[in-house]
């Protein structure tokens, strides 16, 4: 059998950067020795969730991929323990900001650098005001364990990403993530929204995800918002196999049988009968009959 | 509120395609009764699921739209009732043989007809013996309750179709189904891989899903199938809202808060941070990297 053993960590972050990586580095140790080659991380865990507010001292943050401190810390971590370990973080490319990730292979070496594809912007969630959208387009990672899809957190509600991940390759998906409740709607509680379009993913495209999720309380101008964990791993039929709760620090594991998600890709037949002739609407200009912003719809 | 108020019905199906008619019209009574708008029928009613065999006195069971007398029934019925009443039968067009679907409207009227774009083929399926790829692409019908995206069966497996429907305007995604055991795996049961990629279309696209399932035990020449029923109404979160067993005949029946989708759709954003440029993978042809039948893979 070929298996890859998948973690993922869930920790609470704070405006002390390295108090956090040695919180991270005590975790991945332990994934490793649980027998993790893969070990998911969280959304911009260097620091607080700071898009809960728009503050312009925040764009001195972000750091080129080139001189980094964190990065190059976790290169020597991975290739120590000899994990595979996706790194996200605030980037500077000159006078461009992006939202991004450098995928550590188990070697030490970075394989590859995607940066999020695509950016949300709600209450608490002001990312348009700090990033670019990405210009990598998805990206699928030749690891130590396989080849890795990685998209950012909400790139996770997207389909089109981890169809077009898993058609060029991807082995496993692999989702860091920053969500938790809604400054504008308090009640709203969206968890098990998320886990089940992850787990569709996973099921449509017979292909494992491991999504890894903030914790914690963050205090920003105006309020808190309560990031949710429930980190999970979902097996090649979207099953979970993993999943941690919503408040403490925690690493999940999974062993994950590519073996059979192969057997079960060819059986299965999904991709066989693909008709990409058909699937025009997904490339083309948002049609004028969607329901939804920034649409007239001349037909309700 | 804008209510859909929509129903699936799951019943067993003989030789006797009257009798499953009559069946499934107490069903349609039970459900406009209980105050549906719409009547989620499974595919292919009228017989048994005679794909479990290659036979081919099937082909002349197949008949044209002009000359049905299973669709003209309903049609009276579906006018009687004021329901929508997707109708799944196995045409004829000329040489041509497809899985198709009548869209009856609550006045009797048909307003489209869809031919399914994804076949299958495995043990018990044999699908693309019986049926050409349809030449339709995917539709989205107007009817008296919204716009009704009808996917067939295996169509159900594809993100790129709902999707597509959604880009195309719907309201609401119907999934009539014919799925059960599979005679060459005995002890492989799909039901929660098939309800949960689903759900993620229903979660992902912010829309509603109903599929209708068959139920029963159809002997095949190579020995039998069992339909697993479990047919399911998922909110757009992709939550269950009701659900089937997996052996009874039954009627399901849920509210479906379409404002509340609309609100959903706009407040949530995913259809305004789509990028379509980077989406390419999906319609391009089959990348030679991925792991799965009839693509080499030089890269392993």
């Known amino acids: 059998m070929t298996a890859l053993i998948a973690a993922a960590v869930q920790i609470a972050c704070t405006n002390a950067t390295e108090a956090n990586l040695d919180r991270l580095e005590a975790r991945i140790g332990e994934a490793a020795s649980r027998g993790a080659g893969l070990v998911v991380l969280q959304e911009l865990f260097e620091a607080p969730y ?27 971590l991975a290739k120590r323990l000899g994990v595979v370990l996706p790194y996200s973080w605030y980037e500077r490319d000159g006078d461009r900001l992006f939202n991004s990730l450098a ?20 209450h608490g969630y ?5 990033f670019s959208p990405g210009d990598t387009g998805f990206m699928v990672h ?38 938790g409740s809604e400054p504008s709607t308090p009640g709203w509680d969206s ?58 620090e925690e690493v999940i594991v999974a062993n994950l049988d590519l073996d059979a998600m ?13 008709r990409p002739e058909l699937y ?7 049609p004028r009959a969607l ?8 037909a309700r």
Not at 263 to 270: D, I, K
Not at 280 to 286: H, I, R, S, Y
């Open 50 to 76: 700071f898009c809960q507010d728009m503050d312009e001292r925040w764009f001195a943050a972000a750091r080129p991929f080139d001189d980094h401190a964190g990065i190059a810390r976790f290169r020597a």
């Open 103 to 122: 995928m550590i292979d188990a070697d030490g070496r970075v394989v590859g650098r995607y940066r999020k594809s695509h950016i949300p912007d709600s």
């Open 126 to 130: 002001y990312e348009k005001y700090y």
């Open 280 to 286: 025009g609407a997904l490339t083309g200009p948002k």
């Open 191 to 248: 968890r098990d929204h998320w886990q089940r379009v992850m787990q569709g993913h996973a099921g449509a495209n017979l292909t494992p995800v491991i999504a890894a999720n903030r914790i914690g309380v963050e205090k920003g101008r105006a309020g808190e918002m309560t990031f949710y964990g429930s980190s999970f791993i979902a097996d090649f039929t979207g099953r979970k196999v993993a999943e941690a709760g919503r408040v403490d």
């Open 291 to 298: 329901d939804c912003p920034n649409v007239s719809n001349p």
């Open 262 to 274: 192969r057997e079960a890709r060819r059986s299965w037949g999904v991709f066989r009968d693909r």
């Open 142 to 179: 030749e690891t130590a364990v396989g080849r890795v899809g990685a998209g950012i957190c909400w790139d996770q509600w997207f389909p089109e990403a981890a169809r077009a991940m898993v058609l060029m390759g991807a082995d496993v998906l692999v989702y860091p993530t920053a969500i």
